[in-house]
T-cell receptor, first 117, second 117 residues
């Protein structure tokens, strides 16, 4: 079965640089979520999109922005990177509009490991 | 706000034995979902099992089963016949519908399980 695809898998940036992370959801999934997981931490919700519109917002810094495109893929843009932004960034997808028999669980991609030097 | 508490930071179990991971949560919501996710050393987030709050029957998935006590707000995970591949961080997670096609997922701090040969 198709899974959530994230690219790149690893990214190394310098302080104050920008980074763009991409996420391709499971086919049919119309909701995309972004999470940040620091070392030894649980994943923290950043932002979500449903049908190309922002649907919920968590602890996302103002330096970060995201969007969902017409093909449902999403991109997380991170500017003025700081050392503390080094983390594993997960994208997850789910069905937002449920039909009979559908489930709403979130399926996670493999993550993008961002290292800021 | 919802909170999820996993009181066991680390646990170990002998191969082929049974282990139970604890999870409690706090919410004023009546309609919610509970999950256990597994994060092995590869750091992929893998869905293990789900439980809808309106269902009294405990969910089972092969060697994994839950003990859902709604009144006590408890959701423990039992792993039977533990295998070396079960070694991972296990996150308990609580989910509610947050509107606009999006679901809010809150994780506990995790329990690191080691299966000993």
């Amino acid at each position: 079965a198709a899974g959530v695809i994230q690219s790149p898998r690893h990214l190394i940036k310098e302080k104050r640089e920008t980074a763009t992370l991409k996420c391709y959801p499971i086919p049919r999934h119309d909701t995309v979520y972004w999470y940040q997981q620091g070392p030894g931490q649980d994943p923290q919700f950043l932002i979500s999109f449903y049908e190309k519109m922002q649907s919920d917002k968590g602890s996302i810094p103002d330096r970060f922005s995201a969007q969902q495109f017409s093909d449902y893929h999403s991109e997380l843009n991170m500017s003025s990177l700081e050392l503390g932004d080094s983390a594993l960034y997960f994208c997850a997808s789910s069905l937002g509009l449920l039909l009979a028999g559908d489930h709403n669980e979130q399926f996670f991609g493999p993550g993008t490991r961002l290292t800021v030097l | 706000a919802q909170t999820v508490t996993q009181s066991q930071p680390e646990m170990s179990v002998q191969e082929a034995e049974t282990v139970t991971l604890s999870c409690t949560y706090d919410t004023s919501e009546s309609n919610y979902y509970l999950f256990w996710y597994k994060q092995p050393p590869s750091r992929q987030m893998i869905l293990v099992i789900r439980q809808e709050a309106y269902k009294q029957q405990n969910a089972t998935e092969n060697r994994f089963s839950v003990n859902f006590q709604k009144a006590a707000k408890s959701f423990s995970l039992k792993i039977s016949d533990s295998q070396l591949g079960d070694t991972a961080m296990y996150f308990c997670a609580f989910m509610i519908y947050s509107g606009a096609g999006s679901y809010q997922l809150t994780f506990g701090k995790g329990t690191k399980l080691s299966v000993i040969p």
